[in-house]
């Protein structure tokens, strides 16, 4: 089983949860989250001065899925999450070694 980490922008994550909730996953959690890669933030205007957002807005979508099916549920986030900009999003796979969760 592979955790996938998926972060995004706020704009793509209703396409993004459309997708993985047709996509038959095991589980999904949604995280909010504040960060930059290659972009490094930008700068803002309010009342006249300007200001940097060093940190940007974006979801953190973690979900567990069968090693069978990665690939696929990969390339279906990225179809639907790329816009051809910088900042889109990252994808991290993890292997899970666990072979289950334990529910409480």
């Given at each position: ?19 993985i ?13 504040k ?32 090693d ?37």
């Amino acid at each position: 089983m592979k955790q996938l980490t998926v972060v995004v922008r706020p704009i793509t994550v209703e396409a993004v949860l459309k997708v993985i909730s047709e996509s038959d996953v095991n589980a999904c959690v949604v995280h909010e989250a504040k960060g930059f890669s290659r972009q490094k933030g930008y700068l803002e205007r309010y009342q006249g001065s300007e200001y940097s957002m060093a940190f940007l807005p974006k979801l953190e979508i973690r979900v567990w899925v069968s090693d069978q099916r990665v690939q696929e549920v990969i390339d279906k986030i990225v179809k639907v999450a790329r816009t051809g900009r910088i900042g889109d999003g990252k994808i991290y796979v993890i292997d899970v070694g666990w072979p289950g969760a334990i529910e409480f």
